[in-house]
């Protein structure tokens, strides 16, 4: 189906600025201000938004998050096929990168209406670029799993990952996080916490994950958080001292893991056979 042939409603993506409102685009106002219709993730901070950018709204505003993503995407197609130009809008950053967006994306372009986008800020590349981080090739994880077992076992997937990482993270859960990390990927691994991108208290911490684990332990970081972790070497680590394996071994142990699973997480990091570090576990007893 062509675009003629459905009218001229279309979507348009709109990205939004982290923090600091100096970073909204001259284009981000105009699309604000000649939408018929703005799917915001939260109306609130979209209404603090075109005041800070001294924009006037004309069009229809409606709440576009996670819990009526499904049915309202269907209710901004229908506005499509009325010509509307939708534009959907997330609380920073582009839409549908971790946020409300892609379900709207699909549908508009399996009925026929084309999707632009108004680029703006994103916080994956921002702290990508500024993890001092590997950024020729990198993977981009998005949200890890809430509960510490299916945490741990996404990260054992990604362990062996040669790319820099970046992921989201909340506050409260990103101490916990840290030392999953430290357990499965290694405590010398390298990784950046970005927090409070562009904003007045923006703090970027480098270190190990070790040393960034024990600083996230110390106190709970607050603010929006971007992690950035390094890709695993491109050859196996050299095998380390018997008690450096009991000891990632017991770590993981009091991560949650079982001790069989344990050693095999350990074994396969190490690029070493289960039984050698089993041996080495229980000669150590």
């Known amino acids: 189906m062509s675009r003629e042939e459905v009218g001229s409603g279309r979507v348009v993506l709109a990205g939004a600025p982290l923090g600091n409102i100096g970073d909204a685009s001259s284009r981000l106002r105009e699309v604000l201000a000649a939408a018929d219709v703005i799917a915001a993730e939260d109306t609130r901070r979209l209404g603090r938004l075109v005041k800070d950018l001294e924009v006037t709204v004309r069009g229809k505003v409606v709440s576009y998050f996670e819990g009526n993503e499904v049915w309202r995407s269907q209710e901004l197609v229908n506005e499509l096929a009325g010509g509307a130009m939708v534009v959907v809008i997330t609380d920073g950053g582009m839409p549908s990168v971790s946020d409300p967006g892609f379900r709207l994306v699909r ?4 009925a026929g209406y084309p ?3 108004a680029p703006g800020p994103s916080a994956v590349t921002t702290a990508l670029a500024l993890s001092g981080l590997p950024s020729d090739r990198f993977v981009f994880e998005g949200f890890l799993p809430r509960t510490g077992s299916n945490r741990r076992s996404r990260l054992k997937e990604l362990a062996s990952e040669p790319r820099t990482l970046v992921f989201f993270e909340a506050p409260h859960r990103i101490a916990g996080a840290l030392t999953d990390f430290a ?4 405590a010398e691994r390298p990784a950046a ?11 970027i911490r480098r270190g190990t994950l070790e040393e960034l ?4 332990a110390d106190g709970e970081p607050r603010g929006e958080i971007t992690l950035v972790v390094g890709g695993a070497p491109d050859r196996p680590a050299e095998r380390p001292a018997d ?3 009991r000891t990632a071994v017991a770590r993981l142990e009091t991560a949650g893991d079982s001790r069989r699973d344990a ?3 350990i074994a396969d990091q190490y690029g070493l056979k289960k039984r050698d ?5 229980h000669s150590g007893r």
């Open 107 to 110: 549908a508009a372009l399996e």
């Open 115 to 117: 999707v632009t986008a």
């Open 183 to 186: 357990a499965t990927f290694g």
């Open 193 to 203: 916490v970005c927090r409070e991108l562009t904003k007045t208290y923006e703090e």
């Open 213 to 216: 684990a024990a600083w996230a």
């Open 243 to 245: 008690e450096e394996l």
């Open 263 to 265: 050693i095999q997480a």
């Open 277 to 281: 570090v089993y041996n080495v576990v």
